[in-house]
């Protein structure tokens, strides 16, 4: 099946560490996405990559890293940095840029 | 920047009703218009996406309406089922996808 997979589902963080969430997709797809959901809010974005070996930031970047070495997979990290990381992580694709978007399952992060 | 607004942010309706969701956004320059699907817990599932140039599209009981001059989308779900409580969302995409944050349905069967 093609699809997005997000892993783990569930995920806890402790102070001063860094955690790093899975996106792997099979979708042949160009572009890819990281986007935050807090209750009550809309999806906020905080990085994308149009293509392998780049990407760009969104809206609320600060506190997150990504690398997008391979065209099906764009990891993203919560760094220490990041203060408030309690939230709903979701990746998507699309075949490119602006186009309809696939999502994953969601990795849901809380800290200890 | 795009604000994407969606109202009511509940709604309950009996099965079988025929029912409207609302989407407004405040800037008209936009690429496409996507309405989502999401089950509590879960990811987005894309039910329907609007061209800027199209004014509605179909998919079985739904249908989506587009009028950019106005800023406004509808989408209509007809003969409404418990199976389609879920928060629906939609998204504008100009220089990149801006989210409403939902209206969540309950079809009471």
């Known amino acids: 099946d093609g699809g997005i997979t997000q892993s783990p589902k569930y995920l806890f963080r402790k102070e001063g560490q860094n955690v790093t969430l899975s996106c792997e997709q099979n979708l042949n797809h160009d572009a890819m996405y990281w986007y935050r959901q807090d209750p009550g809010q809309g999806l906020r974005l905080i990085y994308y990559s149009q293509i392998v070996n780049d990407f760009q930031k969104g809206d609320i970047a600060e506190g997150y890293s990504v690398s997008r070495e391979k065209k099906e997979s764009f990891p993203l990290t919560v760094t220490s940095a990041q203060k408030n990381p309690t939230a709903f992580y979701l990746c998507?694709?699309?075949?490119?840029?602006?186009?309809?978007?696939?999502f994953g399952s969601g990795t849901q992060l809380s800290v200890l | 920047k795009q604000e994407v607004t969606q109202i009511p942010a509940a709604l309950s309706v009996p099965e079988g009703e025929n029912l409207v969701l609302n989407c407004s956004f405040t800037?008209?320059?936009?690429?496409?218009l996507q309405w989502f699907r999401q089950d509590p817990g879960k990811g987005l599932t894309s039910l329907l996406l609007?061209?800027?140039?199209?004014r509605e599209q179909t998919s079985g009981r739904l249908n989506a309406s587009l009028d950019k001059s106005s800023g406004r989308s509808t989408l209509y779900i007809a003969a409404s089922q418990p199976g389609d409580s879920a928060t629906y969302l939609c998204a504008v995409h100009g220089n990149q996808f801006y989210f409403g944050t939902g209206t969540s349905l309950t079809v009471i069967p």
């Open positions: 998507a694709s699309s075949i490119a840029d602006g186009e309809k978007l696939f």
């Open positions: 609007i061209q800027s140039s199209q």
């Open positions: 800037d008209s320059a936009i690429y496409n």
